[in-house]
């Protein structure tokens, strides 16, 4: 039985990382993911959990703790935001290309500059071609149960992963949760048994010796292909996972799209207050359906593709903008996904919105619906790429 | 959404708005209900005005904004009537309640014309009285749930009990004075 609670986002993943007990957690406070390695040094403090805690002087040395751990054989994980994952940005991808399975709960913060503490999505996104994979949790549920699975399926395809979730929306807020029990938990993660490993002295290897012209591309092409994998081995582990819980994942989430004429994708907790407002939408008659990727990277072309090939318009709405003079992340791979499968009937616009924590309203995502009904009547007029929220 | 109640909480900085909110939310937590506690994160300082707010209702909740037309509005200060507008979207068949010593009647004409219930209730005398200190967010928290009628008095006062002895396990001696302040607070909100 699931045990009925109420936490915030934050105490749900420090609780999640106690019920697992990593080898090491190495982490350095950053708001709003402070939390989380402070609950859990009380968790080290009590006696709760055997991890090594190093409360290290920077992000760069947090990431650089993980790896010289996660190289050494050990079950490692960590959290950040914002300024903290910009300062781990070179040890991102030593992290991937040594496929050390590290598991990071990244709390999603605007990137300075100007300085802001709110949530928006420039700091995951910002770190998306790093070579981790990247889960999405609309709730502090998502987040907790993510933060489980984050540990097998970085095990199990050898490759880092950012357990993403909104910061203050989710991290702080107080809602309802289920947790598993402890020994559950702990046996769904199972014990860690690296392939190889510096500590092994039955097996010498070196980690992370130059690799020049003759076998850094067959390296990447790996680090791509495990990435290409990595699908079946999440929708693997969420089956699992549901088994244990009955709590269902895939890919992508799709709420109301049977029928879905209008839809709009987005990530994270937005997506809740896009389901508030489908709900009334319907009621109205309005066939307004929502795609919540779940799975940013890999990302889940051919799924979304499939899901949105009915409707006749789709507005994805970017948490960051690419100050590329066009679209927004999610929307030019959301748009790439349709091109890659021939489909030229959807309208496809972007908005972005929510920067910096500028809260996002039901009545601001019924306007995108409303926007979306005559795009359908008139076609788009004007440029696709919108802003949703901004003072004019 | 059915049964959806929605709470906005006005205070300082420092006088515990945050924490009556997460407590509200506990006490709605511990009879069933699907809850969310959540406060305006921004430049806090000890005496700035403040906002928290909860959501609390029979099915899951899913909504993740601030709250623009909430069904009720708790004032645990009431010097902030005039310099923030406390009832803006403040739905006409909710109410507001007020910690204040002065009278529903004579606040109304600092609210900005809102025609619904107005409620004060003098938590500092009461908790001066049970407490010996100025703690706002017990009363407070009590008229809340008086006013809203969330919950039945005894079921509050049941889980009040229960909470404050997990709360105060290490000192005991302050659950009456805290425990008195509830049922005292449940009695004397005026304007109901």
């Known amino acids: ?392 | 959404m059915d049964n959806l109640i929605e709470i906005r909480w006005h205070g300082r900085g420092g006088q515990g708005a945050k924490t009556a909110s997460l407590l509200l939310a506990d006490a709605a937590f511990n009879t069933g209900k699907y809850i969310q506690g959540f406060p305006e994160y921004g430049p806090e300082r000890m005496g700035a005005p403040i906002t928290a707010y909860n959501r609390i209702s029979d099915k899951p909740i899913t909504i993740h904004s601030n709250i623009y037309e909430p069904d009720f509005v708790v004032v645990v200060d009431d010097t902030l009537l005039g310099a923030v507008d406390v009832t803006a979207g403040l739905k006409e068949d909710g109410a507001i309640v007020i910690n204040s010593t002065k009278s529903p009647d004579e606040l109304r004409g600092l609210l900005n014309g809102y025609k619904g219930k107005v409620c004060t209730i003098d938590a500092k005398t009461i908790s001066i009285d049970c407490l010996g200190k100025y703690f706002p967010n017990t009363p407070m928290l009590a008229a809340i749930v008086k006013v809203s009628g969330i919950m039945e008095d005894e079921a509050f006062l049941n889980d009040m009990v229960e909470s404050f002895k997990h709360k105060f396990a290490k000192k005991p001696e302050v659950i009456d004075g805290n425990m008195e302040a509830i049922r005292r607070s449940l009695n004397e909100v005026k304007g109901l």
């Open chain 1, 1 to 392: 039985m699931s045990i009925r609670e109420r936490l915030s986002g934050n105490e749900a993943v420090a609780n999640a990382m106690r019920q697992i007990n990593p080898d090491v957690v190495a982490a350095f406070p950053i708001t709003p993911s402070t939390e989380i390695p402070q609950y859990f040094s009380t968790f080290v403090n009590n006696g709760q959990v055997t991890t090594e805690f190093v409360p290290v002087e920077s992000e760069h040395s947090a990431m650089s703790a993980c790896i010289g751990a996660a190289a050494a054989g050990a079950r490692v994980m960590t959290a950040t935001s914002a300024n903290g994952l910009s300062l781990m940005w070179e040890m991102l991808y030593i992290a991937s290309s040594l496929r050390l399975p590290i598991v990071m709960s990244c709390v999603n913060r605007a990137v300075s500059g100007p300085i802001n503490i709110h949530n928006d999505h420039s700091d995951s996104m910002g770190a998306r071609d790093s070579g981790w994979i990247q889960l999405y949790g609309e709730t502090n549920q998502e987040a907790y149960d993510n933060a489980i699975m984050a540990c097998k399926i970085a095990e199990r395809t050898g490759l880092p992963v950012m357990n993403c979730y909104d910061g203050f929306i989710t991290s702080h807020s107080i809602e309802n949760i289920e947790l598993e029990e402890d020994d559950k938990v702990k046996a769904f993660v199972g014990e860690y048994k690296p392939a190889h490993y510096l500590l092994n002295k039955a097996e010498p290897i070196a980690v992370g010796p130059l690799d020049l012209q003759p076998y850094l591309f067959e390296h990447k092409f790996q680090q791509a292909q495990a990435m290409r994998e990595a699908k079946d081995v999440i929708l693997e582990v969420s089956k699992e996972f549901s088994a244990m819980t009955g709590r269902e994942y895939g890919l992508i989430e799709e709420y109301k799209m049977e029928d879905a004429e209008i839809a709009i994708v987005v990530l994270n907790s937005t997506a809740g207050t896009a389901k508030y407002t489908i709900d009334r939408l319907r009621e109205q008659g309005v066939k307004a359906g929502l795609i919540k990727p779940r799975v940013f990277r890999p990302f889940p072309y051919a799924e979304i593709a499939e899901a949105l090939k009915n409707v006749k318009a789709v507005a994805i709405l970017d948490k960051c903008d690419s100050t590329n003079g066009a679209g927004g992340p999610l929307y030019t791979e959301v748009t790439s996904a349709l091109y890659g499968a021939g489909i030229t009937s959807v309208k496809a616009v972007n908005y972005v919105y929510g920067v910096g924590g500028r809260d996002v309203r039901t009545d601001d995502i019924e306007k995108v619906y409303r926007d979306l009904q005559l795009d359908v009547a008139n076609g788009i007029q004007g440029t696709p790429y919108r802003y949703l929220g901004l003072k004019g």
